[in-house]
């Protein structure tokens, strides 16, 4: 089935293929926002020809959905996958669901589908059964068809069974398939969307061309904190074909061409007013430290710090910071809107089409059913398409010309000024080692920008705070969710402050987790990654330039693995392997995993050595990747994934987890290579020769004893 093809109701009950045409809108039963249907017949429907249509509310963004989510299907119906049918993320015809964001597709709608998909086997095998007039332990099914054993020629079809016809008996709960008897969970199948994004055939929103659309470019001010005043639109004006909207302070300039629109909007001649932030990205850290103090409240508090930190022999300090980052999707914010018969329908780039739905309706004060969001395939989101600024847009420009399609598409420009950004953020840790030298006596960590966020994680640390700011609008800037949130900054502070404490305790990385972790998952899958990846710890640094890290997210573990080599002469750090070892429970689509946990590592090697939001009170430095530096095919090293092998049948999602333990890995590996400590992500050039210059000459003192805005440092615990 082509991308835009579905199966709509009629209501005769039956069900029809066709392409989906602006204003056509489907007659469906409303499902209850909040909750997941508890009717198969919203997530499942068969046709009258016997084809088998799936219908989610999840969003394609490249990671696979349809792929895993047809396979669940098909597992259970004993279908090939290619013969379930996918349409997703359209809220006329999909049964509500959450957004497309932290790993929730297979953690909580993958169950609820599959359970779908067993009832309806169950209820195809009875329907069967009183058809050909045998027990239902004497049928098979394969492939649409459902026969008896004995008797081959005596068969049936979903289609002649079902008749196009929404199926009434219902089962409850039924069990699916136990895993002993799975042929496709675990196997290689190819991705659903992989012919047409090969060919170019997908289709994104920045592709739709509806008859008659105009594209519209939004007026923005130079920078965050101002509001546009007056505007001179005279000389756009007279450009032949273009059209103005203004409501408010906000204005776009519209044509039928986006080129001529751009250049039309250029010449709008606005004023702004308004106060812009008085920080910059330098003096960022500093800012959210102080906002942040008087708001900080304990989060985690076990043991007795204070008699822990008398048992300390050392205590070591410090201070890890993370940049504003930007989600950098390669499709930015673009959405088709139509405003015809008292209803919205927008075509849209987002994570989150039901979210979208409520955000857009309560924009323009219309009921949420007045509202549909219809998916396109997503070039990308990552968290930062969980909310649609630019859809809102489309939207109240087309409300204002009633019949005619609006696009709006960012561009790169507006793409970073306007996005919700990865918080910046510092974690201050401090943490001490007995006598002799073998256990961690407290732990006590302080964050300013961002929350708890995975800080607790699976070590045995008897004296153990962690406080987090509860400050309203502490941050400058607007920012968002970015994949893992807040796991990925607490991850960072946690594992280099663990392998700073095995330096200065003089053991290697692996045998001071071993000690610490309390969770035999963790245990194995550190094995694994060591074992996998060949590796014979030693205390560092060692010059080999290898660095571990763990990290978790939900139920998901990983452990992992970096090589580099440092340029001490620039400060360059090339990555040279990466390894994960993950844990996810069971793994549907070992393919399909596998290239999340590459594309996971990839887009984490620039978030780790190059991409950073610079600012200057509320204007945006960054423009275009010419500055905002992604990770080149250059900088991308040789990448290995193993899974751990389990026994659940529970799977968790992997889109979150490999990203949490990166940047540490990396971190932790430029020590083992240099002796230097970078605290600052992104560790760029320019700060690792900073870290460089520090390092202590002592062979005994593997921590530099720095400020601790730059590196951990070693201070003799008081008595």
Sequence with gaps: MKRRTFLQATAAGAFTFFFSSPGRTAPVEPTRPGAYPEDFNAFLKISADGRVGCFVGKAELGQGAMTVLAMLVAEELELDPAQVEMLLGDTDLCPWDLPTGGSLTMWQTAPVLRGAAAEVRAVLLGMASKALKVPVADLAMKDGAIWVKAAPERRTSFGELVKGRKMERHLGKVKPKPLSECTLIGRRVPRKDALAKITGAAKYAGDLCLPGTLHACVLRPPAHGQVLVTADTAAAERVPGVRIVREGTFLAVLHAQPDTARKALALVKGTFEGTEPDVDDVRIFQYLVDKAAPGQRVVISRGDLAAGEKRAATVVEGEYRNAYESHATLEPHTCVAKWEEGRMTLWASTQAPFLLREEVATALKLGQDKVRIITQFVGGGFGGKLAGPGSVEAARIARQIPGVPIQVSWNREEDLFLDAYRPAAVVKIRSGLDAGHGAITFWDSIVAGVSQGEAEFLYDIQANRYQAPAVPNLHPLKVGAWRAPNAHTNAFARESQLDALAAKAGVDPVTLRH????????????????????????????????????GAWRQGLVVALAQVVVDKTTGKVKVERFLEAVDVGLVVNPDGARQQVEGAITMCIGQALSEEIRFKGGRILDKNFDTYVLPRFSAIPRIQVVFADTNTATTQGIGEPPVVPVAAALANAVFDATGARVTHVPFTPERVLEALKLVSTKPQDSVAPVPSSISPKVSPSKP
């Design 515 to 550: 000690r610490l972790a309390n969770d035999p998952r963790l245990l194995r899958l550190l094995d694994l990654a060591v074992e996998t990846f060949g590796w014979d710890p030693a205390p560092g640094p060692t010059g080999r330039g290898i660095g571990l890290a763990c």
